[in-house]
Nanobody, 121 residues
């Protein structure tokens, strides 16, 4: 089992930046992949990024390429999503997720409760 807790959300103006954190606990050494996802009001949850637990082979959704980047602090068991040049359409609840069984980016089994990001002037 893995527990994930997101933080860092809030209100930011268009063009601004925000860094989200995802603190992991539990069987963290069993994590194969981690990802960041966003769900806007009235829309389905969509994948923002997906990475192997080593931090390599990160893929990003096309709308955020060049704007968002992921990183991790192994000592703190924490993953980060750096978001730059934010747009209002990036508003939503951001989730981090993990999978332990090599299920791929669409097979995340463990989810945090999310953190709300609002991009508005």
């Amino acid at each position: 089992q893995v527990q994930l807790v997101e933080s860092g959300g809030g209100l930011v103006q268009p063009g601004g930046s925000l860094r989200l954190s995802c603190a992991a606990s539990g069987s963290i050494f069993s994590i194969v992949r981690m990802g960041w996802y966003r769900q806007a009001v009235g829309k389905e949850r969509e994948r923002i990024s997906c990475s192997l637990s080593s931090g390599r082979r990160t893929t990003y959704a096309d709308p955020v390429k060049g704007r968002f980047s992921v990183s991790r602090d192994v000592a703190k068991s924490t993953a980060y999503l750096q978001m730059n040049s934010l747009k209002p359409e990036y508003t939503g609840v951001y989730y981090c997720a993990a999978e332990l069984y090599n299920s791929g980016c669409n097979g995340m089994a463990f989810w945090g409760k999310g953190t709300l990001v609002t991009v508005s002037s």
